[in-house]
């Protein structure tokens, strides 16, 4: 027998939650088989198992979260699972299973003791289920479970919520309309105004939605990085002009199907070369120490799942442009389909975001900790410049650069801006 534990799935990753079990009690499972979804603090992942067997157990319900390295279920060998699948619901190790605790329970330190229906018979059902009908006021008696053995689990208690949404919203507005406290009569020879409305309705009907463990973790790791990194921002206006022409010409002579370098490869790789020239701004402050990386791979920060992604584009200092284009289309195509990979979530050493396609001009960005500094890049406008004492068009894109006083000082900071402006200024160097 093999346990499988909560694995961990990103650099970062401190626990999961099972979404969704991809195999059941009894499947006979191979090396490489998905056997579980899971959702952490980058991405949902499927796990696939490394070792081969029968599925004899699952100890984590859909919708339990637990730590790294937890039981969430077991594997044994192809008799053991003959045996547990053959076993009635009153018989084998099934059927204790069923009696007991989950781990998923005990971790969260939530209470799983068995409830009846009407009719004496135990309901089986997931510790986050029961918490959701509790809160939900739904009765577990009435629904009928989807997961392994008829266990009910988060997803039945949220469509049966739902179906009875409608009446139970009225019968909310109603109790609160009738809990509110008459107001005070006025006096007689003013008259009466429309009632204020209440707390309750004063903004309209609230609707709870809980985040989920990608923005959790989103919300956590941006709090922890304004609260111990001290940021300090530096502004710097590039004249585009030049880059802007840079990729007219790229674009006329790309042959067809062959990938045109967007402005944010040409800042990537800028970035790469700079970070190159200057190893702090590539390095990271940690437990009191710098740690300096020799690799320079750029994360590019990508919107999706309803929350902030960044995958990274490897050894960007080494690529040109064509291939940095290439390998960020594909990572954040994967980023919006759901199919990165942890390796491809991992190993950052600096950040670009940009929301120039968004036409932000301005905008300031939370370093992605314990990284020593982010990129916030705005959109190319065209604006009057002065040049040579003349007055001429321009395309000039502001960008703002973030840093962690603990690792960059302001000089270092100014010297790495400086020279990933003088790098797009000039784009000819970008191609050496």
């Known amino acids: 027998m093999t346990d499988i534990v909560m694995p961990r799935l990103s650099d970062s990753m401190e626990e999961g939650t099972v979404l969704q079990w991809m195999k059941q009690v009894g499947d006979e499972v191979a090396v490489g088989d998905e056997i579980v979804e899971i959702e952490t603090d980058k991405a949902n992942m499927a796990y696939e198992s490394d070792v081969a067997g029968t599925l004899t157990e699952i100890i984590a319900e859909e919708g339990a979260t637990l730590p790294i390295g937890e039981p969430i279920a077991r594997i044994g060998d192809s008799a053991e699972g003959s045996e547990a699948s053959a076993a009635g619901p009153g018989e084998g190790e099934g059927a204790e299973t069923a009696e007991t605790p989950t781990a998923a329970a005990e971790v969260a330190g939530e209470e799983a003791s068995p409830e009846a229906s009407g009719d004496g018979e135990r309901i089986k059902a997931s510790p986050v289920a029961k918490r959701l009908a509790k809160e939900k006021r739904v009765d577990l008696s009435t629904i009928e479970g989807s997961g392994p053995n008829g266990r009910i689990v988060k997803k039945d208690v949220k469509l049966a919520a739902a179906s009875a949404g409608a009446g139970d919203a009225e019968a909310e507005t109603a109790a609160a309309e009738q809990s509110v406290e008459p107001a005070p009569a006025a006096p007689a020879a003013v008259a009466p105004g429309p009632d204020p409305p209440s707390a309750e309705t004063a903004k309209g009907q609230t609707t709870i939605q809980e985040p989920t463990k990608l923005q959790s973790t989103v919300a956590r790791r941006m709090s922890e990085s304004k609260a111990t990194a001290p940021h300090f921002y530096l502004e710097a206006e590039i004249d585009m002009s030049k880059a802007v022409a840079a990729r007219r010409a790229i674009r006329g002579a790309a042959k067809e199907g062959e990938v045109v370098p967007s402005f944010n490869d040409m800042v990537v790789k800028a970035c790469a070369i700079a970070l190159r020239e200057f190893p702090k701004a590539n390095g990271a402050y940690r437990d009191g120490r710098f740690e300096l990386y020799s690799r320079v791979n750029v994360g590019i920060a990508v919107a999706a799942q309803g929350a902030l992604v ?4 490897f050894d960007a200092d080494k690529k040109g442009l064509r291939q940095i284009a290439s390998d960020s289309r594909a990572v954040a195509g994967k980023v919006r389909d759901g199919k990165i990979t942890p390796p491809e979530l991992s190993g950052g050493t600096f950040t670009v975001s940009n929301l120039g396609m968004f036409r932000i001009d301005n905008f300031s960005a939370v370093i992605n900790s314990p990284q020593a500094a982010i990129l916030a890049v705005g959109a190319i406008v065209e604006k009057p410049a002065v040049r040579e004492g003349q007055i001429v068009p321009a395309q000039l894109m502001n960008v703002t650069l973030a840093c ?25 160097s970008l191609a050496l």
């Open 310 to 313: 960044v995958p990274t584009v």
């Open 404 to 428: 962690d006083h603990r690792i960059l000082y302001g000089a270092e900071g100014a010297e790495l801006l400086a020279r990933v402006r003088t790098l797009l200024e000039e784009p000819v």
